[in-house]
């Protein structure tokens, strides 16, 4: 239904439709967690589905949850810096972004995105030279991740 509302150009309906899956899914996973309340995939889930219908506070209190598990510690926070960026608590997510790169070897794609973002909060807070270094880090392994090369242009 959903895709169906898009085809035929009707995006309220079809937001509307998207927004009431999400709102099943979440209370379905709650369900689930009220039976497995130690369960921090299940948690991670329900806090996804909260970001999705901008329900930052409650998706926090389930990605803080979710953080207690070595297996997800490393979403969640990442989750976690999302929802405090959204909200426009950019120290708190600077805070969680940069705990959420401790311990990681190598570069993967999450660690780019964290990296991109950092450089984001800096440049927010007109701190051009941390925003450089941030991006840097970004650009030395992918020179084609988002925007990065022009980032790196335009603090040189």
Do not use: W
């Amino acid at each position: 239904a959903i895709a169906q509302a898009g085809k035929r150009g009707e995006e309220a309906e079809a937001t509307r439709l998207e927004r009431e899956l999400l709102e099943s899914e979440v209370a379905d996973y709650r369900r689930r967690a009220e039976l497995h309340p130690t369960d921090a995939g299940l948690r991670l889930q329900i806090g996804k589905r909260l970001m999705r219908v901008d329900d930052h506070d409650s998706a926090l209190t389930e990605f803080q949850k979710a953080v207690g598990d070595p297996r997800m510690e490393r979403e969640a926070r990442f989750h976690m810096a999302q929802c405090f960026h959204r909200k426009g608590f950019l120290d708190l997510a600077r805070k969680e972004y940069e705990r959420t790169l401790e311990g990681v070897q190598g570069m993967d794609e999450r660690s780019k995105e964290i990296l991109y973002n950092l450089g984001s909060l800096a440049e927010a807070a007109d701190d051009r030279d941390e925003a450089r270094a941030f991006y840097a880090r970004v650009y030395e392994v992918d020179i084609g991740y988002r925007d990065v090369a022009s980032k790196m242009e335009q603090f040189r």
